[in-house]
């Protein structure tokens, strides 16, 4: 059975960046949509990035718009979420969900943890 695996993550300073990943085991990415979905202690889990099926469109919500970036490297099948200047409220444990109609996968998350 599929399953999504996502290294990366880690603590890191006020303004600093991260770069997580996106990875299949027993699948691939091909035609499947990808989100990222950060989960803040005793908060529910808040779609931030996504990508298309093609990897064609993307989506960022207001609060990482200019900040987060979503890409594919198709040759490795992976997906990555590129986080620059953080700040303290992106402080989350992330999740990587691929859907492609019945099939749905999420990873296990990923701790990130801004503070100085």
């Known amino acids: 059975e599929g399953q999504l695996v996502e290294p990366g993550g880690g603590l890191v300073q006020p303004g600093g960046s991260l770069r997580l990943s996106c990875q299949p085991s027993g699948f691939t990415f091909d035609d499947y949509a990808i989100r990222w979905f950060p989960q803040a202690p005793g908060k529910e889990r808040e779609g931030v990035s996504c990508m298309s099926p093609s990897g064609g469109s993307t989506y960022s919500s207001d609060s990482v718009k200019g900040r987060f970036t979503i890409s594919s490297d198709n040759a490795k099948n992976t997906v990555q979420l590129q986080m620059n200047n953080l700040n303290p409220e992106d402080t989350a444990v992330y999740y990587c969900?691929?859907?492609?109609?019945?099939?749905?996968?999420w990873g296990q998350g990923t701790q990130v943890t801004v503070s100085s």
């Open positions: 969900a691929g859907y492609k109609p019945p099939y749905e996968y």
